[in-house]
């Protein structure tokens, strides 16, 4: 594997369900984000880990949680989801120092 | 405050003729700028990039982009379009130069849609 991948691809989940989305880098890197493309709006930066810690939670709901165990994965815990977050969940990952980020394939989350 | 515009949601061009969107940003100090490109279920892919360097930037599948300080602007320009160039494109905006942590500031997007 090369780059960043994502894991599952399609995910659908009922508002009662908990489920994680996973993230994996192979790039070396050790700054890892979680974005939200939902339709017509801008992707939204909801998390960023450096170095392992949390760094910044953008006014996400506490129905996300995010968990990175080491420098190469992250994870996004999902549970009692409401039909607005239905959206395409993008990780990302970047060496600090660089502005440069390198995104994963992303994830389409349906919440029925 | 960082933001970045695309003019224009959605355009329209015929294989072979000029691709040009637009992009703007504010920014308080000298930005970095990013063009990337989203294909259908995918992730996105890096294009090109501004990072003070010259000023015309060149990046992949023939695509290159002129940073104008004066305008505030960033367009992407390719002299001919390919019907494989479809896909969304964003523009971004970093100014957390000099620190640890590069933070990405995205416009909406725009739609290329290309006619044979």
């Known amino acids: 594997e090369t780059g960043v991948t994502q894991t599952p691809r399609h995910l659908v989940m009922g508002m009662t369900n908990k489920k994680s989305l996973k993230c994996e880098q192979h790039l070396g890197h050790n700054a890892m984000y979680w974005y939200k493309q939902s339709a017509k709006k801008p992707l939204e930066l909801m998390f960023v880990y450096s170095l392992e810690e949390r760094v910044e939670n953008n006014s996400v709901p506490s129905r996300f949680s995010p968990e990175c165990p080491n420098s190469s994965h992250l994870f996004l815990h999902l549970h009692t989801l409401q039909p607005e977050d239905s959206a395409l969940y993008l990780c990302a990952s970047s060496q600090m120092g660089t502005d440069t980020q390198y995104f994963g394939p992303g994830t389409r989350l349906t919440v029925l | 405050a ?115």
């Open chain 2, 2 to 116: 960082q933001s970045v515009t695309q003019l224009g949601s959605h355009v329209s061009v015929s294989e072979g003729a000029l691709v040009l969107l637009r992009c703007n940003y504010s920014s308080s100090v000298p930005p970095y700028l990013f063009w990337y490109v989203q294909y259908p279920n995918q992730g996105l892919q890096l294009l090109l990039k501004y990072t003070s360097a010259a000023t015309l930037v060149k990046g992949i599948n023939g695509f290159e982009a002129e940073f104008k300080k004066s305008e505030t602007s960033f367009h992407l320009t390719k002299p001919s379009a390919h019907m494989s160039d479809a896909a969304e494109y964003f523009c971004a905006v970093s100014v957390d130069r000099g620190s640890t942590l590069g933070r990405l500031y995205f416009g909406r997007g725009t739609q290329l849609t290309v006619w044979p």
